[in-house]
């Protein structure tokens, strides 16, 4: 059974940098195929993909947020994560993680509410 | 990247049949068959619809079905039922391997 949930803060102040986790079950992100993703959804506003893991350990981000984001992978804990720095009011919305098999998304995690307020 | 182009609303009445568009360029939309589709309801966490243009997962109702047809991609939901009332996102692969989502349409079912 494949699971993916995410962990974090739920309030974080401005400039501070912002880790999120996901741990997941039931794969192995080692698979040819498949692709961790994290997506978020600010309150009231479409989705925006932000970055992503490959099986073969390719990182890609969204060109908008690049210079802030990194994503890695720690095998021994099946968990992804992304850290996002300077974060800014602008920044909070809810954050999803989600397996992809190639161009398949199949499974999400419930999501993580983080506010970004001083 | 910009966001993908949708209506920002379509609406139907019970029974009727409703397609959403979703506007790219040859450089997302048009250039690869990896256009997914999702349903949001208030609150809750998206579902998948359609993958690769117009795959449905196992247990999605064949009332909905994707095509695509230049840069444009499209979710045709028929026999519209009170519960289609949601929000949908279409999203692609872009040229450099990223990811792009569209700006949303709010389904109203009349």
Redesign the interface.
Known sequence: QVTLKESGPALVTPTQTLTLTCTFSGFSLKTNGLRV?W?RQPPGK????LA?IDWDD?K?????LKPRLTISEDTSKSQVVLTMTDVDPADTATY?CVRANY????Y????IRVTVSS | ?S?LTQPASVSGSLGQSITISCSGTKNDVGGY??V?W?Q?HPGK????LI??VR?R?SGISPRFTGSKSGNTASLTISGLQAEDEADY?C?S?TS?????????TKVTVL
Request: aromatic share 20%; proline share 8%; no cysteine.
């Open positions: 993703s997506i479409a989705l925006e993909w992503r390719a890609l981000y969204s060109p908008s999803f161009g398949h998304p199949d999400w995690g419930q999501g | 990247q966001a068959n990896y997914s999702f949001q966490v998206p579902k998948v993958y690769d795959n997962p996102y999203a692969y450099n391997s990223l990811e792009v989502f569209g700006s949303g």
